[in-house]
């Protein structure tokens, strides 16, 4: 009896048998077993090998992957029709790409679209078999072209993934004419989505330089009103930042250095804040940080993180962003983050020697 109690675990790991005891398995059933499945934890202990305990934690991470592989596969074969299926199969079509069975993916894929009655999963289905196309050709976005106009066609209204993929297709294109014609696409499908935003942004940087910069605001930490119209006659260095940005914070001493050497000499610098709302505490993380690092120069807390006016109106997507403005108040670079050595003295210089400046 212990022989062939072992045989018969032997065969069950090594998956002979599975399918006969998943076919007895109800889609509950399956679906407990699924909504079962937690992912590992990494907990170190004073003196464990961190190196073995990483190997030991992604081991694991892999076997719980490999199992819910399983699992949505079971269930796929038990209800075809399960509506868990249109959030769980792109679980299953990914991590299969992901351990490089995309052919695998791609054809189970193709049969759930053929076969499927549900309009949402086969949205999800086109979607999936682009993202499984980029994964097959190395990113390479044109070979799932095809794929994305077909889930362009089926997504949802107000499906953010739609204009997400054109976005993407569009960092991904060189050719300027082809890029013109996909940011028009954007603007025209999906005029309301924050990827249009992203591109009127984009080119209001490009065609507003040389342009005056208009910005007003009450000061975040004083309640005093700055606006760039009594700061004429200074370069404004405007910074993008945010306390929860770890990139932003590493460039403060590098700021302030430049701060304190320069703001005597006719430059002045104003934080653009894309701290989190004020209920979230971003205010409050705002002051604090501003008051503990002796940040000196007025901060514009604009109060809703990404989405904030004014901030989104510059097509700000990553921070640090930092723009400079010459001492005429015109918008003189957009990308002075890094150059702000040479830039700040450079504009200086610019301004002693225009006509009628005090210092000809």
């Known amino acids: 009896m ?10 069950v790991v090594f998956g002979a048998i599975a399918p006969a005891i998943a076919a007895d398995k109800t889609a509950d059933e399956i679906l407990k077993e699924i909504q079962g499945l937690k992912p590992p934890q ?26 819910r592989v399983e699992l949505i596969g079971d269930l796929r074969k038990a209800d075809p029709e399960n509506k868990e299926l249109v959030k769980l199969l792109p679980q299953r079509w990914s991590l299969l790409a ?21 309009e949402t999963l086969k949205a999800e289905g086109h979607y999936s078999k682009a993202q499984v196309l ?37 960092r991904g294109t060189q050719d300027e004419a082809k890029k013109t014609a996909i940011e028009e696409r ?16 984009a080119r209001k940087q490009r065609e507003s330089i040389g342009k005056p910069f208009e910005l007003e605001f009450t000061e975040a930490t004083r309640g005093t009103t700055i606006s760039m119209k009594d700061l004429k006659g200074k370069v404004v260095v405007v910074d993008f930042w945010a306390t929860w940005c770890g990139p932003c914070i590493k460039e403060m001493p590098t700021m302030k250095k430049l701060y304190a050497e320069y703001k005597d000499k006719g430059v002045e610098f104003i934080g653009v804040s894309l701290d989190k709302k004020k209920e979230d505490g971003g205010l409050d993380k705002l002051k604090d940080y ?9 901060q514009y807390y604009q109060g809703n993180w990404w989405e904030s006016e004014f901030s989104a109106g510059w097509g700000i997507n990553s921070i640090p962003c930092v723009f400079i403005v010459d001492a005429d108040g015109k918008l003189y670079s957009v990308e002075a983050g890094g150059k702000l050595e040479t830039l700040i003295p450079e504009l200086l210089k610019k301004a002693k020697t225009a006509p009628g400046a005090g210092g000809q």
Not at 42 to 67: I, N, T
Not at 290 to 298: E, L, S, T
């Open 2 to 11: 212990r022989i062939a109690g072992r045989i018969l675990a032997a065969w």
């Open 42 to 67: 990494f907990v170190q202990k004073p003196g464990e090998d961190q190196q073995k305990l990483r190997e030991a934690y992604f081991a694991d991470m892999k076997k719980v992957s490999e199992k």
């Open 98 to 118: 992901q351990t490089g069975k995309t052919d695998e993916a791609m054809a189970e894929i193709d049969e759930t679209l053929a076969k499927t009655k549900s």
């Open 134 to 170: 980029m994964m097959k050709n190395r990113g390479n976005i044109s070979a799932a072209m095809p794929a994305i106009e077909e889930f362009l066609k089926v997504a949802p209204k107000g499906d953010r993934r739609a204009p997400l993929f054109l976005y993407n297709v569009l």
């Open 186 to 201: 954007i603007l025209k499908d999906y005029g309301d989505s924050q990827f249009a935003g992203m591109i009127k942004g």
């Open 290 to 298: 501003v008051a503990k690092n002796d940040i000196q120069w007025p």
